[in-house]
């Protein structure tokens, strides 16, 4: 939940209304559904910031269920269900160090909105 929440800026992000996407989970190559294409922190060849694609849903609980399976079923995440469920500052920091973000401080923030 405090990732949808500092994903979509508690609904109210771009990505969340036109998209259904409260995780800013991008297309990569096996994505089959819809897209939404939207200025994230991709660059082209020449350092430019570019319109990245990020996945789009029919409704925001797709959205979540997606959230759930792409954590589950890629092998950079694996050691993420290895920590206690309940221990959600082990969670935020391996979700940095899986490299689900490039915010530096992206388990700090996770962590606030938790004890907030």
């Known amino acids: 939940m405090a990732q949808a929440l500092l994903e979509s800026q508690s609904g109210n992000s771009e990505l969340a209304k036109n998209a259904n996407n409260h995780f800013g989970i991008k297309c990569k190559n096996d994505w ?60 935020a920091q391996g979700l940095k160090k899986c490299g689900y973000a490039t915010d530096p401080i992206y388990s700090e923030r996770l962590i606030k909105i938790i004890q907030k």
């Open 32 to 91: 089959t559904g819809g897209s939404y294409y939207y200025q994230d922190d991709d660059k082209n060849e020449d350092g430019e910031i570019i319109h990245s694609c990020f996945r789009s849903y029919t409704s925001a609980l797709d959205s979540y269920k997606d959230h759930s399976e792409f954590l589950l079923n890629r092998p950079r995440y694996k050691d993420l269900f290895n920590l206690p469920k309940s221990d959600y500052v082990a969670l």
